[in-house]
Structures are given as structure tokens and as C-alpha cells.
């Protein structure tokens, strides 16, 4: 499987000096049906400590994420989420605010 990822720093003044993870899905590249242990170990391979997993927004805009470390799947974790905001608002292209639900 190829699948394209961003490595993001997030709180961050600086390239490679905050704390980094890999966005993936944020170009629709993901297979639609990716299981969990595939996800797990796409996270290994890359070695970041957390990786989010993005799939397209839903009728009602929300951006489904899957966020994992390296040794399983979180409920939730703050910095993939704000690292993924800023992701998808850099390819959408908008030039002010928008709000993005998870």
C-alpha cells in the first residue's frame, strides 16, 4: 500500500523542534476499509509517536479521525487533532477562519 503523509510539528516555533506526527488521509488517499492493525502498523513503520488517520468529511462536514501511538488506537489525543486542523486548512485553501469538527 502507498499512502502519502504529512509529518507535521505541532507547537512548534521552529521546523523539527515541537512534537511531531504524521497526518495521513488528508489527500482522500486512505483505503476506505484500512483495519485497525494496519493503521497500528503503518504508525510503527513510520515511527512517530502518534499518527492521526483521517477519512473525507460526512454529510454534515465532520472529518472522521483515528488517532494511534505506537502501541494501539486512542480515544482521543490533543495535539494529532490540532496538527490535522492545520492540515486540512492549509489544503483547503481557506484564507481566514474555519471551524473543523472531529
Known sequence: MSVGYRHVDVFATGPYTGNSLAVFGADGDL??????????AITQEVRHFESVFLAPPDAA???????FDLFGELDFAGH???GAAAVLHERSGAAGPRRWTF
Do not use: D, I
Open 61 to 67: 462536514g465532520a472529518v472522521g479521525a483515528r488517532v
Open 31 to 40: 483505503p476506505g476499509r484500512t483495519t485497525a492493525g494496519q493503521l497500528l
Open 80 to 82: 494529532p487533532v490540532l
